[in-house]
């Protein structure tokens, strides 16, 4: 399974946009990009899943650039809730067994 | 989404008693499901992946003769910690994969936190 790469931790104020980036140099051709957040005390949340290219949906966007060794999380406007860990996980393609192998995590801090 | 629910959410409990872990997919079938175990303030780590009507696989370094699994049916899956001990003490997550989805979202359940006193 491929392994990611991630800042530990970044720092946001409400309202910005925030971009978290992933590094994935060995994906494999059948491995998707996952994002999840995790809360304490809860269990991981799924924000995004992508191949290639932009994905976007309600909550955030998913930029791949064509070689796919890096992927990069948007989250537009953020609040004070959006404060928790970010993971990025490669691997959990259709053919692929699910089998999801979790990095440190970005823990983004969102202050007033 | 698909929703993944444990029991129970929290449980104490004396050094060398087992605690049954239960792991439920409530509106998908998942042929399976995965076993995670997290420490404060670090990440998750997959201990084991459960097949149904299988044995389960387990991570390099988990003991499976201490964390049984068993995944009886299509939307159940439990862990069970044996002769538990104070450093067993963690947030145990399970999470199983809806493949009616298109996408093969995973979806974690909510956690059990175990404490062994």
């Known amino acids: 399974l491929a392994k990611t790469t991630q800042p530990i931790s970044m720092d946001s104020y409400e309202g910005q946009e925030v971009n978290i980036t992933c590094s994935h140099n060995?994906?494999?051709?059948?491995?998707?990009i996952t994002w999840y957040q995790q809360f304490p005390s809860q269990g991981p949340r799924f924000i995004i899943q992508?191949?290639?290219t932009k994905v976007t949906n309600e909550v955030a966007s998913l930029f791949i650039p064509a070689d796919r060794k890096s992927s990069t999380l948007s989250l537009p406007r953020v609040s004070l809730s959006d404060t928790a860990v970010y993971y990025c996980?490669?691997?959990?393609?259709?053919?692929?067994?699910?089998?999801?192998?979790f990095g440190q995590g970005t823990t983004l801090q969102v202050k007033p | 989404g698909a929703v993944v629910s444990q029991h129970p959410s929290w449980v104490i409990c004396k050094s060398g008693t087992s605690v049954k872990i239960e792991c439920r997919s409530l509106?998908?079938?998942?042929?399976?499901m995965f076993w995670y175990r997290q420490f404060p303030k670090q990440s998750l780590m997959l201990m084991a992946t459960?097949?149904?009507?299988?044995?389960?696989?387990?991570e390099q370094g988990v003991e499976k003769d201490k964390f049984l699994i068993n995944h009886a049916s299509l939307t159940l899956s439990t862990l069970t910690v044996t002769s538990a001990h104070p450093e067993d003490s963690s947030f145990y997550i399970c999470?199983?994969?809806?493949?009616?989805?298109?996408?093969?979202?995973?979806?974690f359940g909510p956690g059990t936190r175990l404490t062994v006193l």
């Open positions: 999470s199983a994969r809806d493949r009616r989805q298109g996408i093969h979202e995973q979806f």
């Open positions: 060995n994906i494999a051709t059948n491995d998707y």
């Open positions: 992508g191949y290639k």
């Open positions: 996980l490669v691997g959990d393609g259709p053919s692929n067994t699910g089998k999801l192998i």
């Open positions: 509106d998908f079938q998942a042929t399976t």
């Open positions: 459960s097949n149904e009507g299988s044995k389960a696989t387990y």
